[in-house]
């Protein structure tokens, strides 16, 4: 069976091509999205066999997300579902096995789906391991996608948090508690209530002074009182050591 995402911005387009797809005894599971963003957090999360890509979308293009899927261990067959036919250049060089033109006939989509299968067939099988997590962040008005493992710290900026990396920081309209709660798996830790830190970034921990802190990179972050036990917790369990 051929598990499959759909990403496309137009809701109309998206209930159909789903619905042509659930029609095929190949076709399992039928994921779908409106955006490359959400695209990239279900891939994250889920393994799927075939990517069908609308071009133009808002944020991440169907060309961006498949550049970003090729940082994945597992990639996806690519197919483009557009009404542009200019793109079919471009998306052959992405190494995509079919370029559909809407509106999609049952009958091209079936030919699609039997390259999908071939493609499949074609490609060694390597033990899954689960992909690093790509996030979507704005910059003026392009987007573009950084590795969650790059982020060294979140900072929180009022409604935002800003994801600081190596590169500079990146803001994103996500609070710090949902990231608290959603990264915890990943190694990041709750110290103050503007921080977040990545335990794998931490160079040094400083917690028998007057006023704790924590050292990633450059920075020199403040660790709260309410803050400590759970930093003493998420140590006993990690490699990083602490001055006391």
Do not use: N
């Amino acid at each position: 069976m051929i598990d499959v995402l759909i990403a496309d911005d137009e809701e109309p387009a998206l209930a159909a091509l789903a619905y042509l797809l659930d029609q095929d005894p190949r076709v399992g599971r039928v994921h779908q999205v409106s955006t490359g963003a959400d695209a990239i957090r279900l891939l994250t999360r889920e393994r799927v066999d075939a990517v069908f890509l609308d071009i133009h979308m808002p944020g991440l293009s169907g060309f961006d997300l498949a550049r970003a899927l090729q940082r994945f261990e597992h990639k996806p067959a690519l197919v483009f579902v557009t009404a542009d036919e200019e793109g079919a250049l471009e998306a052959f060089d992405l190494a995509a096995v079919d370029y559909l033109l809407k509106p999609v006939r049952a009958s091209r989509l079936e030919r699609s789906l039997t390259r999908v299968a071939d493609a499949l067939r074609q490609t060694p099988e390597a033990p899954a391991q689960p992909a690093a997590e790509l996030i979507a962040v704005t910059l003026g008005s392009t987007t573009r996608m950084i590795r969650r493992d790059d982020v060294r710290y979140v900072q929180a900026q009022g409604d935002y948090t800003r994801l600081c990396t190596a590169e500079g920081g990146f803001l994103v309209r996500v609070p710090i508690s949902d990231l608290e709660r959603q990264w915890a798996d990943a190694g990041f830790v709750r110290v103050h209530r503007s921080y977040l830190v990545a335990l794998a970034h931490v160079a040094q921990i400083r917690l028998g002074s007057d006023h704790p802190t924590v050292v990633v990179g450059d920075a020199a972050l403040p660790v709260s009182r309410r803050m400590l036990p759970g930093l003493r917790d998420r140590l006993a369990q990690s490699t990083v050591r602490a001055d006391t």
